[in-house]
Every structure is written in C-alpha cells, then in structure tokens.
C-alpha cells in the first residue's frame, strides 16, 4: 500500500530514523522539523497520514493537531502522536484534539507499521467514497459536524459479565450498548446492524483475534469498527490485531475518558463514511433515474440491455417496444407543462404496472418510453403493447375533475442475432414513426430482417 506520510519531529535523529523505517516499507516520506512547518506542508501537499511528535517548541503537537482537525483542507488526515507521555491525560488530550491514534517511545517498528497499515486503509476507503460521490472535503466537514454527536449501537463482547457492565455503565446513558459472551451470536448481531463492536482480546473462553477475522472476512460486517481491549504485556497479539483488520485499541485497565474518547473517534468515522456511501447511492440513483417519473432514464435502459444483447447473439429472442404520447406538443402548449408532467407520470405508472417485472421499462426522454421484453418475440410484444396502448386511451387522466382523452402510438423491433443496440432502435423508431403516420394510437412492427 503505497502512500505520503509526514513526519514531524523536532528532533533531526528521530526523524531520520523514522523516515529510515517507513522507506524500508516503500513509503514516500517528507518531514518536517516543528509544528508551522508541518502545517505548512499539510495544507500544500497531498499527504496521506501524519506522525507527530507530541512535545515540540512553538507550536506542540497537540495543538498541530487541532489546528490539522479545523481546517477543511486537513481534518480527513489520519494523524498518530509519537510521545514518550505515558499518561492516560496525555492520551487523552490528544484523542481530544484529534489524534487517531498513539505509540510510544521507543518506537516498534512492528506496531507503528501494523497502526500506519491500519490508518491507510481507512483513509484509502474514504478517498475512494469521496472521489465516488464527488463531496469536497470543505462540504464533508459539515457533515461531520453534523454527526460528531450522534448515538452508537454498541455491542461487547467479552467472556466476563461483570466486565462487560462496567464498560457499558461508562458508556451509557450517550450510547446503545448490548453485551454478548456468546461469540457465534455476537456475529449474527453485527450482522444484524451495529455500529461498533468492543472485544475482548484476554477472553479465556472464546478467541478473539479470531472472531475479530470471521467478521473481516464477511461481507456485512467487513466495514463494522473494531475497538479491541488488551493487555499492554501482550503487544504482539495488538499487533497482530491489527493485521486481521482492527480499528483502534486499548489497554486495560479502562479508563472512562479514553474509552468514550476512542468510541467517538470510531462512531464518527463510521458514521461519515455511511454518510458518503448513502450520497454515493443517491448520486448513483440520479444518474441512472428519471426525477420525473421514477422509472430507470436512457442511460440506465442502455446499460440493462447490453446482457440481452449478448444473448441475442446465441439466437436468444427479445423485443423492444418504444412508445410515444401522441399530440403530446399540443398538450403542453395549450394545458401547460404541469399538465404534461401529470400525463407523462400516469403513462409511466401504467406502463410499469402492466407489463412484467422481467421486464424493462424506461423512460427515455421527452415523451418517448421504452420497453425491453426479454424471451419474447414480435408478435408477443405486439399483443402486449396493444393492450396497454387500449388501456392508455380507454382510461382517462383526471386532472382537478377534468377528464383528459390521452393516447399513444408504439414500434417495435425483434432482436436479430449480432444487431446492434442502435439499429434495433432505428428500427423500433421507424415503426414508430410508421403508427404516426397511420393516424397515431396505434402499434406497428418492424420488419424482421437480417442484421447485417
């Protein structure tokens, strides 16, 4: 995993040793030796993640961080404090200036690269979120502004009921807490639509590390936070937690302030990421959507057929029926285009209601709809599209009481084995444009010939 990291440090020997190891690891590494200087960069170079020294003259890290967590330009960087403190306050402090995460001095070369690893692959996610959706970074601290005090739906689990109680008195009343000393039913609760699991890594009963994996390794809970407790004596199993795919950890015993520090920092990051998938799949029904009417627009009809296409070329029948509202030009220069609208809405609704659920209806532009009818052939569809052309014009649309007399005229083309999409539509069109000629409410059929 490739990415830039900026270290930060007063001292030129630890950076250079540090730099020394994150390039060993094929890291791009730039650093910086106080506080303004790393900002500086931070704010005019694409950096990835930062290491930041906790004590330094001027601006301390602390304050480096807070200022990285203002700014709409770097609050998204994943920063970890590299500090000789070993005071829970200390922690602390930094979790609440926005610190992702710590490790002490000395430094393990194990451990910082199994926290960098981890950090990466968040902000990796998040950046694809973001270049998916199209939110700005400015937009995206408002919305975690937004979400920095929602409620979580927290499950533990641990072997240890009395454990278990002490952590979720800490937690309640802000939080949702659920306790499991079950590890399989742990499971099918994170399934089921949590948003963090704490685990116990010192459980005597069940492993932890390997339930931390079982629930990497499932779809529906892949992304779920991970917050795993350990003990300090047992730093190689932290590690190796993070390999499997934790989030953060923390060491017993708990301390009140650094577990709802962590809890937040963990809630917040889940949260904002559902934030941008939801406007990923809002921006995605858009783009594939009719506003209008609801039904899938052309872009969307020409992505669906492309597999009825490709079976056409093995001798697979399907048909396409293209409709169009008849005199509609006269309906929105006389009665207006809110009556258009009213008119196009009903046509669609009735078009989906009456054809198949296999079958696919769009909407695709102005007052043109069209049907892909799989497994069927012409005189199939012609029989289909007539009953809902006599339904069209047999039923009216009210509008404020009055009663509108709507119709519409329809083509239709078979597939031919290696036709293209584009010549089945101008062949769909021309019998289109043959009803309209023919005095319109009405369905024709396109000759079926051989493609060429």
């Excluded at 696919?360 to 007052?367: D, F, K, L, Q």
Aim: proline share 3%; aromatic share 4%; with cysteine.
């Amino acid at each position: 995993m490739s990415a830039r990291i900026l270290v930060v440090d007063d001292l030129a020997p630890n950076r250079h040793l540090l730099e020394a190891k994150l390039r060993s690891e094929y890291y791009d590494v730039v650093s910086a030796a106080n506080g303004q200087e790393a900002l500086n960069i931070a704010e005019r170079e694409s950096i990835d993640l930062v290491l930041l020294d906790a004590i330094m003259p001027g601006i301390n890290g602390f304050d480096v961080c807070k200022k990285l967590k203002s700014d709409p330009h770097t609050w998204h960087i994943p920063v970890v404090m590299v500090t000789a403190l070993e005071e829970t306050s200390d922690r602390i402090r930094g979790l609440e200036a926005g610190a992702d995460d710590f490790i002490s001095k000395p430094v393990d070369d194990f451990n910082m690269m199994a926290r960098v690893r981890s950090l990466l692959r968040l902000k990796m996610i998040t950046d694809q979120l973001l270049t998916h959706t199209g939110q700005s970074l400015e937009d995206s601290r408002q919305m975690i502004e937004g979400i920095e005090k929602s409620h979580g739906k927290i499950l533990i689990v641990d072997d240890h009921q009395g454990r278990m109680e002490r952590m979720a008195a800490q937690l309640l009343p802000k939080h949702e807490v659920s306790l499991q000393m079950d590890p399989r039913q742990a499971i099918v609760e994170s399934r089921a639509g949590i948003d963090l699991l704490i685990v116990s890594l010192v459980s005597d009963k069940f492993d932890g590390l390997r339930l931390c994996a079982r629930l990497r390794s499932d779809e529906k809970t892949r992304d779920l936070p991970i917050l795993a407790i350990g003990e300090a004596s047992e730093e190689a199993r932290m590690v190796r937690a993070y390999d499997v795919g934790i989030n953060d950890t923390l060491m017993r015993p708990v301390e009140t302030q650094e577990l709802l520090a962590r809890v937040a920092t963990q809630l917040k990051r889940k949260f904002y990421a559902d934030s941008l998938r939801d406007n990923f799949n809002e921006n995605l029904e858009m783009v594939v959507s009719d506003p209008l009417t609801g039904l899938g627009n052309r872009r969307y009809f020409d992505r669906s057929i492309m597999p009825l296409l490709e079976q056409a070329k093995s001798g697979e029948t399907f048909s396409l029926v293209m409709f169009d509202v008849d005199h509609f030009k006269r309906v929105n220069d006389i009665l207006g285009h809110d009556t258009g609208d009213v008119i196009l809405k009903e046509i669609a609704a009735r078009l989906v209601t009456n054809f198949r659920s296999i079958d696919i209806v769009s909407r695709y532009g102005g007052e043109e709809f069209v049907v892909a009818m799989p497994d069927t052939n012409a005189d199939a569809a012609k029989i289909a599209a007539d009953r809902i052309r006599a339904l069209i014009s047999g039923t009216p649309v009210y509008l404020d009481g009055q009663a509108l007399s709507v119709s519409v005229s329809a083509g239709i083309s078979q597939s031919l084995p290696g036709e293209s999409a584009r010549d089945m539509f101008k062949r769909a069109d021309e019998a289109l444009y043959k009803a309209k000629l023919a005095g319109r409410n009405r369905v024709e059929l396109a000759p079926i010939k051989q493609a060429a």
